[in-house]
Structures are given as C-alpha cells and as structure tokens.
C-alpha cells in the first residue's frame, strides 16, 4: 500500500511563509497530475493548486500570487510555497497524486497548516 506522506505544516503568523512537501513512500507510476487540497473545519475539501506531467500548474483563485507548487512526477514529489499566508488559510492541507492506469486517486493523510496571531 503506497502512502503520501506530508511535512511542513504548523503555526505562522499572518504575513508569513510555509513550504509544504509530499512523498511517496515507494514508486507510484503513470502518474499525471498532482496538487495540494485543503478542508478548513466546517467546509469541503477545496482544490488549491495542482500541476501536470509535463509541468502545467493550476492555481485556486485564492492561492494565486501567493502559493506555488513545484514538484517531479517520476520522483513522486510535490511541494508547496506558501508565502503572505492570511488567517483564512487556516485548514489541514492533503497531497493528492492521480495515476492513469491503474487509475486511481492517492492522499496524504494531512497536514495542519494554522495562520493566526
């Protein structure tokens, strides 16, 4: 059984930065697209950047020029900066790597990722 495996979550003050990274803990293949989600308590689990194979990125309106996710598809690793965080980033933050065949889904377990003061 693959896992994700995340790190780099915990408490910052609003205005300040965080780098969250995802790993697999062994090879996953034919992956094509991975990404980062968020669920603050309360809410649904909302997408908040994902990026190709080949390296297109897609941003949430929220997390545009603010986050950035980098990341290697054949090393399973995907990253995330997030930087001028805000309080209402507050949530636990899930790694996400989609695979083509066989198709399926892989998440981290989370992590918590808290903005206050």
């Known amino acids: 059984q693959v896992q994700l495996v995340e790190s780099g979550g915990g408490l910052v003050q609003p205005g300040g930065s965080l780098r969250l990274s995802c790993a697999a803990s062994?090879?996953?293949?034919?992956?094509?697209?991975m990404g980062w989600y968020r669920q603050a308590p309360g809410k649904q689990r909302e997408l908040v950047a994902t990026?190709?194979?080949?390296?297109?990125?897609q941003y949430a309106d929220s997390a545009k020029g603010r986050f950035t996710i980098s990341g290697d598809a054949a090393k399973n690793t995907v990253d995330l900066q997030m930087n001028s965080l805000k309080p209402e980033d507050t949530a636990v933050y899930y790694c996400n790597m989609k695979t083509t065949w066989p198709t399926k889904d892989h998440w981290g377990q989370g992590t918590q990722v808290t903005v206050s003061s």
């Open positions: 990026m190709t194979d080949i390296g297109v990125t």
């Open positions: 062994r090879t996953i293949f034919n992956i094509y697209v």
